[in-house]
Nanobody
């Protein structure tokens, strides 16, 4: 099975930065897409970053200009750089990869708290 392990979450003050990592157990070059979503109890899960065919990045307005998704092929890792964090960014962040065939695969998540 493909495994995804997120790391890098923690407590950060508003305006601060965090970098999340998603280590994938297989080569990431063969996926249609990969990205990050977040979820807060009582709210719908929302996507925050998507990387399609290793080249095209997409972000919702809520994080555009603050979050950046990237990948490092050499270590099969997907990153989410988060800058200018706001309290409303507090959530559990999940990494996913999307095969050309089959359903997306998700990690266990890492929690981010933005608070003073």
């Amino acid at each position: 099975q493909v495994q995804l392990v997120e790391s890098g979450g923690g407590l950060v003050q508003p305006g601060g930065s965090l970098s999340l990592s998603c280590a994938v157990s297989v080569s990431i070059v063969g996926f249609r897409a990969m990205g990050w979503s977040r979820q807060t109890p009582g709210k719908q899960r929302e996507w925050v970053a998507r990387l399609v065919l290793g080249a095209i990045t997409t972000y919702p307005d809520s994080v555009k200009g603050r979050f950046t998704i990237s990948r490092e092929i050499s270590n099969n890792t997907v990153y989410l750089q988060m800058n200018s964090l706001k309290p409303e960014d507090t959530a559990d962040y999940y990494c996913y990869v999307e095969p050309f065939a089959g359903s997306p695969l998700w990690g266990q998540g890492t929690h981010v708290t933005v608070s003073s």
